[in-house]
Structure formats: C-alpha cells, structure tokens
C-alpha cells in the first residue's frame, strides 16, 4: 500500500536556523550540502533494493535520518527510524524504501526553493 505524505506541510527550517544561529550564509552552504547528500543517498537506497540488502538499508536509514529530522520531516524520520530499528519482511522494506525514494524530487526542490529564498529575503 501507498503511503501518502505531505511533506510541503512538514517541511521547515526551524532546527536549521537554530543550529545555525540563523547566519543565513552557513544554512545555505548546510542545504547545499544535503541535497547532495540526498542525492547520493537516494541512489544508494534505490540500488539497495535490487537485490534487496537490508542491512545498507538500515544503515543508510540511520545516516539520512538526521537530515530529515533537521528539515521537519518528521513522517520521513519516523520511516527511517522504522527501517534501522525494526526486524521488516521483504516487503516492508520495499515499500518503505520505495516511500524515501519517492521523496526525492520534492525535498530536493524544497530545498532548493529555500536556497533562493535566502538569496533574496530571510526564512
């Protein structure tokens, strides 16, 4: 079953600003940083399906569970949470992997638009 999100009603950078001291310089270098971070990481957790690992699922999960938590995805954080710490069928981890990498484009855009964002105003 699809899992449906709404990440544009998640997405903040409240924690962002807070870890930043909101120095609008420093969280953009930090967003530029995580859209190439998601970007690597979403391939990797694509190639982790076929065939399935498991285990570089739950690392990777651990890993980008951070960046999620920091940018108010909270129900993208709670997957990866789910995906590091609970015993899954194949299944599950397909459709929750499936889920992240569904994310991919959105939170790249988000994070993106919030660059441009700082380029002309403050968050």
């Known amino acids: 079953k699809k899992i449906d999100l709404n990440l544009a009603n998640e997405f903040n950078l409240k924690k962002v600003s807070e870890f930043t001291g909101n120095d ?3 969280i953009k ?16 957790l694509k190639s ?45 981890y397909y459709q929750l992997t499936k889920t992240i990498y569904g994310s991919k484009t959105t939170i790249i855009k988000m ?8 380029n002309f105003q403050t968050l």
Do not use: C, Q, W
């Not at 498991?54 to 960046?67: F, G, M, Q, V, Y």
């Open 111 to 118: 994070l993106s638009e919030s660059i441009e964002k700082l």
């Open 48 to 92: 982790y399906t076929s065939p399935l690992k498991p285990n570089l699922i739950k690392s990777l999960a651990h890993k980008i569970k951070p960046n999620f938590d920091l940018i108010g995805l909270d129900s993208l954080f709670k997957i990866s949470n789910i995906l590091e710490n609970k015993s899954l069928s194949n299944e599950e």
């Open 24 to 26: 609008h310089g420093v």
């Open 29 to 44: 270098d930090l967003l530029y940083l995580m859209i190439e971070s998601f970007r690597e990481d979403f391939h990797s």
